[in-house]
């Protein structure tokens, strides 16, 4: 009977021990359950978890409105990750102030700790513009994050107005400005839409002006049945007043004369764009015959516009005036050496194409070339004894130019 009592407390001891042990390990499992959602949630409280702060709001901005930095202790960032440590360094103080750069906000971030603005700089598409218009409201380069207090707004554009009457102008000098959907840098993104090339012979209108930051003026520009853009204000490139052909104006014809004008062929021209040079321009000639059929005067209107006078007795020239884009006489020489055999036209100071001017003998067929020689290329007018033209442009081979279909 005792035996039997004793085995019976024996087990009861066991499984109170057994119930013990679960117990046990039921709580060891549930505090090591209960550590690692501690550290799970530890971790996910880290990644959320920046350098500048718990994020309260995000802001999309107009990236037009300009900035410059204006903290010399101001230090751009490649994310808020990395923000205030050496590896998330993107650009700096010394670098962004001493380019230049106008920087606009793609995004303003406001936390705990400040507020922030995701910077771009502003671009310039110039000849090369490959951004359709789909993309121009993204083209720009990334620049960074940097606290907003570190940059200071600015106005691109201080002044701007529209006339109460369209202005006349017509074409000087083409090669040193072309036409711009905005001047450059005044908004996030600009290119050249348009080159003077094939405008030499159009009355154009100023309708509107604007002053940029630096004080440089640029005036908008239409022609009688389109809208072309913005281009830099200077008497060099644009004369102001209605357009006049110029061989109507430098041959002052007779009426016992008989005026002959030749343009050049748009296929002549090869129809490219250079970066210094006005390659598609179509240059001009203008003869002027007397009663007897006889060549007496000569205009060639040059690759560049400019205009080259030359005046003939009995097949012989005996002066040559060499005008300003602005049509106002610049060299003349009336040289029987110079005039028997090549007359140069060129600007010492100043980089603009040359004109050299080469006469025949009285025995060739040719009476003279004229030849423009620039940095991109060169063109000719060849004027034959009897009246004849025949024009040629040569971009030069080595030369990067652009398809003169983009700018139309």
């Known amino acids: 009977m005792k035996r039997k009592t004793f085995m019976i407390l024996a087990m009861l001891g066991i499984s109170i021990a057994g119930c013990t042990n679960n117990e046990s390990h039921e709580k060891v499992a549930s505090a090591s359950s209960s550590s690692s959602k501690v550290s799970n949630s530890s971790k996910s409280s880290s990644k959320v978890a920046l350098p500048v702060g718990k994020i309260i709001s995000r802001k999309k901005m107009n990236v037009d409105d300009a900035y410059k930095v204006s903290n010399k202790k101001a230090i751009f960032y490649r994310n808020l990750k990395e923000f205030g440590k050496k590896s998330g360094f993107y650009s700096d103080y010394e670098t962004v102030h001493g380019s230049d750069l106008t920087l606009g906000v793609s995004e303003k971030i406001v936390t705990t700790k400040g507020v922030y ?136 014809k007779k009426k016992s004369e008989k005026l002959q004008s030749h343009v050049q062929s748009v296929k002549s021209t090869k129809s490219r764009v250079g970066i210094n040079d006005s390659l598609s321009m179509q240059q001009r000639a203008y003869i002027v015959k007397n009663k007897q059929g006889k060549i007496v005067r000569v205009l060639v209107m040059g690759m560049d516009n400019r205009p080259t006078k030359v005046t003939f007795k009995n097949g012989q020239a005996t002066k040559l005036i060499s005008y300003t884009y602005r049509r106002k006489p610049w060299k003349t020489t009336t040289s029987q050496k110079k005039l028997r055999h090549s007359f140069w036209a060129h600007h010492i100071y100043i980089d603009t194409p040359t004109t050299k001017t080469i006469f025949y003998s009285q025995k060739s067929k040719k009476l003279l070339m004229n030849k423009t020689i620039g940095s991109d290329g060169m063109a000719t007018t060849t004027i034959y004894r009897n009246g004849t033209v025949k024009f040629m442009t040569h971009p030069y081979k080595e030369i990067i130019t652009y398809r003169y279909a983009r700018f139309k």
Request: proline share 5%; glycine share 6%; aromatic share 16%.
């Open 117 to 252: 603005f995701h910077m771009v700089n502003y671009l310039s598409g110039g000849f090369e513009n490959d951004v359709t218009p789909a993309e121009e409201n993204k083209a720009y380069e990334d620049q960074g994050y940097i606290q907003a207090d570190y940059v200071k707004p600015i106005k691109t554009v201080t002044q701007s107005w529209t006339y109460a009457h369209r202005q006349p102008y017509y074409l000087a000098y083409p090669c040193n400005h072309r036409i711009w959907t905005r001047p450059a840098y005044t908004v996030h993104y600009t290119y050249i839409s348009h080159t003077f090339d094939r405008l030499s012979h159009t009355q154009l209108y100023a309708t509107k002006e604007l002053v940029k930051r630096n004080g440089s003026h640029y005036s908008y520009l239409e022609t009688a049945h389109r809208k072309l853009g913005w281009v830099y204000k200077s008497p060099k490139v644009l004369v102001k007043g209605k357009f006049v052909d110029p061989g109507k104006q430098l041959l002052n």
